[in-house]
């Protein structure tokens, strides 16, 4: 006992861990989403409510050129004026809102998702001033399009594809949002809401990876080494409006893929590339560019509008909702 009384190295190995340990031993390796990281998904699921309300009858306009798979006489719209003015002859203003419903339940949790993943993403890949790299910033934006795209997107966007593409039938089955998912369910089973699951991967990944890519840029570029340094909405949106371009540009073809493979034809596809073969044998290639112009001015206001929401939304959460 003597000679190990002035031995100070000692350490007790059944010694309970102080408050202080623990945090030590936790920060940095905790897999549960940081407190920013909650801000985003609030604020992000704030903001996919609002921004799909607004850009809504783009996307119900888009959606039905994409379905649209007659040419020459046997071709049901010829461009995006002559859908508009069918649908409102038809069925009034209120149906280029059909299906409304459904995306409104899918992007909440959609925007909740992306916003909430790629603030975890950048928080634990950001360098000593709080930027991300080119290469991260590309794979920060991929990884939370890869994540909406499985716990939101894919069924969100099988349940909406399906109930446009119902609307052009004589008799439509579908009379509400969950009677539609139940006879889809029931019919297809589970996996009924889960197609074109690759293709949407695909999709979305690219979408994020270059729109964050290209706003997390502009804004880099903007603040110029200055952190603090306040950037107007406007300026945020015109930031969004240009990622949300590129991104058009970029993976038209998927999303025209992606349409088919969530349709009611969906059956004659044996997978994505099986799609997009056929779809390149029996349309052309202008078929992969199907309802560009209509997603173009959607996808542009749909980003800005986002954008600056989110900011307005984290720039409040960040007056009264103090993190680290």
Known sequence: MGKNSGNSSFSDPFQRPSAQMMASANSGSSFLPSQKSLKGIIAGGLTGGIEICITFPTEFVKTQLQLDQKTGATKKYNG?????????????????????TVLLYGSIPKSAVRFGSFEEFKKRNVDHTGNLSTNKKLLCGLGAG??????????????????????NRAQPRFKGFFHGVGMIIKEQ???????GLTATMMKQGSNQAIRFFVVESFKEWYKDGDSKKHIPKPVVGVFGAIAGAASVYGNTPIDVVKTRMQGLEAHKYKNTLDCAVKIFKNEGPKAFYKGTVPRLGRVCLDVAITFMIYDSFMELFNKVWVTD
Do not use: N
């Open 189 to 195: 089973g589970v996996s009924g809401v889960y197609k």
């Open 80 to 100: 995006i004026f002559d859908c508009v003015r069918q649908t409102v002859r038809a069925h009034g203003v209120l149906g280029l809102y059909r299906g409304l």
């Open 146 to 167: 890869i994540c909406e795209a499985i716990f939101a997107v894919t069924p969100m966007e099988t349940v909406k594809v399906k109930f446009i593409d119902d609307r």
